[in-house]
Nanobody, 121 residues
Framework: QVQLVEPGGGLVQAGGSLRLSCQASGRGFTVNDMGWYRQPPEKQRELVARISRTRVTNYKDSVKDRFTISRDNIKNTVWLEMNSLKPEDTAIYYC???????????????WGLGTQVTVSS
């Protein structure tokens, strides 16, 4: 079973920075895409940034010049460096990891429990 551990998050003033991390733990699987989604108050969950195993990335337009996603394939860890934070970035941030069990042919989507990011104006 895959578990996603997401330390990080917190309260920061507008213009500040935060770094989120997420590690996929467990045995016997390969991690494909990893990413971060967020759910602002009273809104739907949305993609923030996603990175493939070969490090192809895509970002939500509004974070493209401020956030950077990266990963370590050995440690099965993904990071989200967030700079120039704005109040509208306030949300619960969820880590995602798509995994394939060794010997299996299907991919499974795993979600972290979420971490709160609050940006004060």
């Amino acid at each position: 079973q895959v578990q996603l551990v997401e330390p990080g998050g917190g309260l920061v003033q507008a213009g500040g920075s935060l770094r989120l991390s997420c590690q996929a733990s467990g045995r016997g699987f390969t991690v494909n895409d990893m990413g971060w989604y967020r759910q602002p108050p009273e809104k739907q969950r949305e993609l923030v940034a996603r990175i493939s195993r070969t490090r192809v990335t895509n970002y939500k337009d509004s974070v493209k010049d401020r956030f950077t996603i990266s990963r370590d394939n050995i440690k099965n860890t993904v990071w989200l460096e967030m700079n120039s934070l704005k109040p509208e970035d306030t949300a619960i941030y969820y880590c995602l990891a798509n995994t394939v069990r060794i010997g299996a042919s299907y991919e499974r989507t795993n979600w972290g429990l979420g971490t709160q990011v609050t940006v004060s104006s």
